[in-house]
T-cell receptor, first 110, second 114 residues
């Protein structure tokens, strides 16, 4: 089993839709969780950190479920510009190494 | 604040040649990471420096890859001799020592080995 797993998608949704992605992690001792966004041929950019109590940034909501070992990203009112690959990143061990999931591709259609 | 910078942005070399990639982290970031994305695959960890020390190099594919960070500032990743399967995008990232601090990525170096 991979340390960090994501559904690769693609998720094809119409503008204005709400879409959610999950990311599961295998190491129960993981402490830091992040969502990154990567556009084609570009570097990953931090979208948001994921806090234990869940957090929201505009149309984006991130949640952590430690019992089931997954994090989620909810995007409301999808825009065309949200089309990208969303990467889940987990600090999967105590050595400060951050492990990437394979990414979930989102395509928002007009 | 300047971000993470990488050089070159793109390199095309022939099999058997040598290439050296450079990364300048954000000033003050002691953690420096190298990652690689091969076409169609997920981003894979290569190695991690804390200041000038290699904290974890478990992701380095083989001894053709050599990373250094003399003085704990910029880092270089040398591939010698390059093979076709080394083609991909090499990302450098840095973060502070603060717990829960996120990674900041450079633009990446796209390496093509022909």
């Amino acid at each position: 089993r991979k340390e960090v797993e994501q559904d690769p998608g693609p998720f094809n949704v119409p503008e204005g839709a709400t879409v959610a992605f999950n990311c599961t992690y295998s190491n129960s001792a993981s402490q830091s969780f992040f969502w990154y966004r990567q556009d084609c041929r570009k570097e990953p950019k931090l979208l948001m950190s994921v806090y234990s109590s869940g957090n929201e940034d505009g149309r984006f909501t991130a949640q952590l479920n430690r019992a089931s070992q997954y994090i989620s990203l909810l995007i409301r009112d999808s825009k065309l510009s949200d089309s990208a690959t969303y990467l889940c990143v987990v600090n999967a061990n105590a050595g400060n190494m951050l492990t990437f999931g394979g990414g979930t591709r989102l395509m928002v259609k007009p | 604040e300047a971000g993470v910078t990488q050089f070159p942005s793109h390199s095309v070399i022939e099999k058997g040649q040598t290439v050296t990639l450079r990364c300048d982290p954000i000033s003050g970031h002691d953690n420096l990471y190298w990652y690689r994305r091969v076409m169609g695959k997920e981003i894979k960890f290569l190695l991690h420096f804390v200041k000038e020390s290699k904290q974890d190099e478990s992701g380095m594919p083989n001894n053709r890859f050599l990373a250094e960070r003399t003085g704990g500032t910029y880092s270089t990743l040398k591939v010698q001799p390059a093979e076709l399967e080394d083609s991909g995008v090499y990302f450098c990232a840095s973060r502070s020592l603060l717990q829960y601090s996120p990674l900041h990525f450079g633009n990446g170096t796209r390496l093509t080995v022909t």
